[in-house]
């Protein structure tokens, strides 16, 4: 029997009215959480306000809200199957020839749907806003001015410079790692921003606190330049801080993450972070209809039967269950264990999979 509009209908709204329900319910405890977390580390420093606080777990609540995504339509999706089973419109439905393929369809589509907005328009906006909540909790909360980005032209850097002032430096061409760079140009200010002096170098070479900067010109404001030979630049980098400074993939937009994937392999360094999560994002609507199927296999279970109760604990369960397991993939594929695309789709193929099989073994096995 094909399924009628209306009762395709009927099932969508009740599982996207759900869905607003448990997400909205994650989102506010999400921010409440937050926002303690946040007061407790700014107890320390009178100077950051109750509006910086709040704020800051404003623009932090779309990226969490975002990773909370699939247990809100696995909530969803168990919530509403058992609704419409307890009273029994689920039985009236079978019994006049709709099979739980059909049953399940509209909020597979529902699911669907939402991941491809979740990824195009809701992740845009959720990776804008973490970026500006880590650079106010950067400046507010941990006093950083270090900055360091990747651009066309090569690499940027910026960071407190040794009297106090900073210390702008760019390299045309990184070798190997970030601990040798060639091409280097360095701008020192004073502490009141007011420009100091210029340094030209061949090369650089990142040491234990400082950058060994190799045939140098040094050019103090208003002075001609002059070769210094070797110039040691003090420096609170490392090479894995500036690897892990470069921005998080979480902080870009998904239609720009190809671009920066492209500029970062082309300037040598390693994009597989950026990579792995790319691939999960457009694994995304392909998990949310998974857990539609995990949803519909531990809550169809009609209540005459006995352990409801039960079955829907088991599926809450394997949404943890689930979440674990795609960490552990996700840090596999991050250590190059693992292929990237295999470490980003695994988690969905593999839900997806457990939950046909499972049921088509309780509707024809």
């Known amino acids: 029997m094909r399924l009628s509009p209306t009762l395709s209908r009927y ?4 599982f996207l ?9 994650l989102a506010s405890i999400i ?3 937050d926002t303690l977390e946040l007061l407790r580390r700014a107890a320390s420093k009178p100077d950051v306000s109750l509006g910086t606080i709040l704020e800051l777990a404003l623009f932090k609540l779309p990226h969490t809200a975002e990773a909370l995504t699939p247990f809100a339509i696995l909530f969803s999706g168990i919530m509403a199957f058992w609704r419409l089973t307890r009273s029994n419109e689920l039985i009236v439905a079978r019994a006049v020839g709709v099979s739980v393929w059909q049953f399940m369809l509209p909020a597979v589509v529902a699911a669907v749907v939402l991941g491809a907005i979740k990824v ?27 900055q360091l980005a990747i651009a066309p032209s090569g690499l ?74 070797n110039y040691s630049l003090a420096t609170q980098f490392t090479v894995d801080k500036i690897q892990e400074s470069f921005a998080r993939p979480e902080t870009m937009s998904f ?30 609507p392909l998990l949310l209809s998974a857990m539609i199927l995990i949803a519909a296999t531990f809550s169809l279970r009609p209540a005459r039967r006995g352990g409801v109760g039960t079955m829907i604990g088991l599926g809450v369960g394997a ?27 695994a988690p969905a193929l593999i839900s997806s999979l457990l939950g046909l099989a499972m049921l088509l073994h309780l509707e024809d096995g």
């Open 11 to 14: 099932i969508g709204r009740q």
């Open 17 to 25: 009215i759900w869905f607003g329900v448990f997400f909205a319910g």
């Open 31 to 33: 921010y409440v959480a």
């Open 120 to 146: 195009t328009v809701f992740n845009p906006i959720a990776a804008a806003m973490l970026a500006r909540y880590e650079a106010v909790e950067a400046r507010t909360l941990r006093g950083q001015v270090n």
């Open 156 to 229: 940027w850097l910026r960071q407190t410079a040794p009297e106090g002032g900073q210390a702008i430096m760019h390299a045309g061409r990184v070798v190997g790692t970030v601990a040798q760079l060639q091409r280097v140009t360095v701008l020192l200010y004073n502490p009141d921003n007011s420009f100091s002096a210029r340094l030209d170098a061949g090369s650089a070479r990142l040491e234990p606190g400082f950058w060994r900067l190799e045939d140098t010109f040094y050019a103090a404001s208003g002075q001609p330049a002059e070769r210094i030979g």
């Open 255 to 284: 239609w720009a993450l190809p671009g920066f994937i492209d500029l970062l392999q082309r300037a040598g360094f390693s994009a597989i972070r950026h990579r792995l999560y790319l691939q999960s994002l457009l694994a995304g």
């Open 319 to 345: 949404g943890f269950l689930l979440y674990f397991v795609s960490d552990l993939v996700f840090a596999l594929g991050l250590s190059a264990r693992i292929p990237v695309v295999l470490a980003a789709w």
